[in-house]
């Protein structure tokens, strides 16, 4: 039995437990789908139209703030009650924050981030980026079941979950969280000041990677972007050192874009790049290294150092 | 405050990485080494708390015995002193693993803080830290970043969730977080820093047996292509004005 672990915040279901419960799906014929909190019934409603064999909830107070102790508490209960050969979540900051907590209270190591699985030999292996996405591997679970295993956002399509011809039955499953069991105490999630920069309305963005080497060389891709007429925008690393702010920053803990043309300078395309990139009509990328990740995604590429190409390509669009 | 930090060891970031014989690993044994850049932001959130509460900073590190480069580095930068725990099947172990390592050789020890990075840049589980913190026994807190150990009962942090949400979450210490990059500007040794760290006590733990591993690499591969990629080549002058043909004739996005 696969156990689906969905996601919800105050009664509203993140809609990415739809991948996972889809991924589960193709994966196995019995699935179950656990979701916790408190005041969740809707959640659980709506979760019950998927063909699965139940929606188990698990409904207590201390559960209606989001704490990893609260969560590796109440799930652990489930898992060793429910025994599945299989617990799967969205490898969303929630799962990160709890999920190799409740794998290690069984004893076990969740195989995080994966983009996909295949039978080989009876076996169930999942596959997932390594060293930054240079490399893929194929991962053997050892050990005795439940294994924990986190689904890559976006690996698999949500609107694929089969829906059932009706409803699946819903269980409260009970527990219990011992008085301080919860020892972080969360204030409400709040969002900073508006972002100032909206990338996700540009046709065009040039974006720079720790191939552009230091802050001093950035006017090379801005006169490109000017040249192009594209916004700037960079890799984490980037704006981590400071050389562009946060809000120019593209990827998983960015903005997510989809523009005509993306240029990419010096970036290698880590796996947390191109998850907020690769919808792009056009990628080009630039880089030096003819093995860097982002040529698995771009349609036209220039290996080289950008120093020499930057300022030719510049040279070229105003040729046009 | 007495401060823990952990530190991997990783190839270097440009180093040209192929896959091993076996396929199972990468080649590595003629590779250049440096430390896991997230982990260099937890070494730095931990220098500058001792700064402000005073105390001192451990760093921790598993793995084979090459890692004391990293150990080296951590100490010229401001480290008072390291554990080393020692294996040669560190240098892959899973998260499990390698925390589970650490846990025994930090137990006997007084820390108020651990701080790890957030995720390694070779296997990047994103998994230390918080397995740590459930064998250590201690609350956890991931992807901080701000801290705030100026309180009386516990400590203060600002945790990043998704899309562009912040959360503040005070916990009791000893506490466990693992620190997001880009928090603080990193620094580099000085002269006098890598002189003062010839004379730190480095504590050596050899463990005999590592717990058993929870998973392991059937086969490491380069992905699939998502796209067919044109690469255009010649003179960068030659490559440039074909590009700009392709992008204005064939894309049709200039």
Same mark, same amino acid.
């Given at each position: ?49 998927a ?20 969560? &590796?508490e109440?799930l ?32 076990? &190591? ?30 053997h679970?050892d ?7 986190s689904?890559?956002?976006?690996a ?10 009706a ?7 009970? &527990? ?95 796996i ?49 | ?5 952990? *530190? ?10 192929? *896959? ?10 003629d ?29 921790? *590190? ?11 580095e ?9 554990i080393?725990v020692?294996?040669?099947q ?13 846990a ?35 609350p ?8 705030d ?7 203060r ?44 006590? *480095?504590r ?6 590592l ?8 086969r ?35």
């Amino acid at each position: 039995m696969i156990l689906v672990v969905a996601e919800q915040r105050n009664g509203c279901l993140n809609p990415v437990s739809w991948e996972t419960v889809a991924a589960a799906q193709q994966m196995g014929d019995m699935v179950k789908i656990v979701v916790a909190g408190s005041a969740i019934d809707g959640v659980a409603g709506e979760l019950a139209a998927a063909a699965v064999s139940e929606v188990l909830v698990v409904e207590h107070s201390d559960l209606a703030s989001y704490t990893p102790d609260g969560f &590796v508490e109440a799930l652990s209960q489930v898992v060793r009650m429910e025994e599945p050969d299989l617990v799967l979540c969205a490898h969303t900051y929630q799962t990160r924050d709890y999920a190799p907590k409740l794998a290690a209270r069984l004893d076990r &190591v969740l195989i995080p981030d994966c983009i996909g699985s295949k039978m080989e030999e009876g076996v169930r292996l999942f596959i997932r980026p390594m060293f930054q996405g240079k490399f893929v591997a194929d991962i053997h679970p050892d050990g005795a079941i439940p294994h924990f295993v986190s689904m890559q956002v976006g690996a698999c399509r949500a609107d694929s979950v089969v829906r059932g011809s009706a409803p699946a039955e819903i269980r409260a499953v009970p &527990v219990e969280v011992g008085s301080g069991v919860i020892r972080q105490r969360p204030d409400a999630p709040f969002k900073e000041a508006k972002q100032a920069v909206d990338l996700t309305q540009a046709e065009k963005i040039v974006a720079v990677g720790r191939g552009i080497k230091g802050e001093e060389q950035l006017p090379i891709a801005q006169e490109l972007a000017k040249a192009l007429g594209a916004e700037l925008a960079a890799s984490r690393p980037i704006c981590d050192s400071g050389w562009l702010p946060m809000d120019r920053q593209i990827g998983s803990s960015g903005q997510t874009v989809a523009p005509k043309l993306y240029v990419a300078l010096g970036i290698s395309g880590a796996i947390q790049h191109l998850v907020g990139m690769k919808g792009a009509k056009t990628i080009v990328a630039i880089n030096k290294d003819a093995d860097a990740p982002i040529f698995e995604v771009s349609d036209y590429g220039i290996v080289g150092d950008l120093f020499e190409i930057v300022p030719a390509f510049i040279t070229a669009l105003n040729e046009k | 405050m007495n401060i823990a930090v952990c *530190v991997k060891q990783v190839v270097t970031r440009d180093w040209p990485l192929r *896959v091993n014989e076996s396929a199972e690993w990468v080649r590595d044994y003629d590779a250049s080494f440096e430390m896991n850049e997230p982990d260099a932001y937890a070494l730095e959130e931990a220098l500058r708390l001792k700064e402000q509460h005073g105390g001192e900073v451990v760093v921790c *590190v598993a793995g084979p015995p090459r890692v004391t480069q990293v150990i080296r580095e951590a100490l010229a930068r401001g480290a008072d002193r390291a554990i080393h725990v020692k294996h040669e099947q560190l240098a892959f172990a899973d998260a499990n693993v390698v925390a589970s390592s650490l846990a025994i050789a930090m137990l006997p020890e007084q820390f108020d803080l651990v701080l790890t990075g957030l995720q390694s840049d070779d296997q990047g589980f994103g998994q230390t830290g918080v397995i740590l913190a459930e064998r250590l026994g201690l609350p956890h807190a991931t992807i901080v970043m701000e801290v705030d150990a100026g309180g009386v009962n516990g400590i203060r942090v600002k945790r990043e969730l998704e899309g562009g949400w912040f959360q503040w979450v005070s916990m009791p210490t000893p506490a466990l977080l693992t620190i997001q990059s880009g928090i603080n500007q990193l620094r580099y040794a000085t002269l006098k820093g890598i002189m003062a760290a010839k004379r730190k006590e *480095v504590r050596s733990v050899e463990p005999e047996e590592l717990q058993p591993a929870g998973q392991h690499i059937v086969r490491l591969y380069v992905p699939e292509k998502e796209k067919a990629t044109r690469f255009i080549e010649g003179s960068p002058e030659a490559a440039s004005r074909a590009l700009v043909r392709l992008l204005c004739e064939e894309a049709r996005v200039l």
